[in-house]
């Protein structure tokens, strides 16, 4: 999979909500971040705590065979690169 375009009239939010979204389809998770999701984790100011949290809360189980960091990890990164984005993606 590509690069996540950014070079659209999209609201920033939007690029971000789809970005993740992109992460998640290569990682192979079925999880899709409507508007409605999206804006309810906004009211997380980290972005690794509102990956946390939503897997925590939407996708308990998986808690049982991988370490949350982990996976909130391996999210960001792939959301990262998608994005082009550079940095220290622990920072966040």
């Given at each position: 999979m590509g690069q996540v375009s950014q070079?659209?009239?999209?609201?920033?939010h939007e690029i971000e909500r789809n970005a993740f979204n992109a992460a998640f389809s290569e990682l192979g998770l079925c999880w899709h971040w409507d508007e409605k999701t999206y804006a309810e984790l906004q009211t997380i100011a980290a972005e690794s705590e509102r990956v946390r949290r939503y897997v925590e809360s939407q996708h308990?189980?998986?808690?049982?065979?991988?370490?949350?960091d982990f996976l909130v990890d391996a999210i960001r990164v792939t959301k990262s690169r998608l994005t082009g984005e550079t940095g220290n993606v622990a920072a966040a």
């Open positions: 070079t659209t009239t999209a609201a920033p308990r189980h998986l808690l049982a065979a991988y370490d949350a």
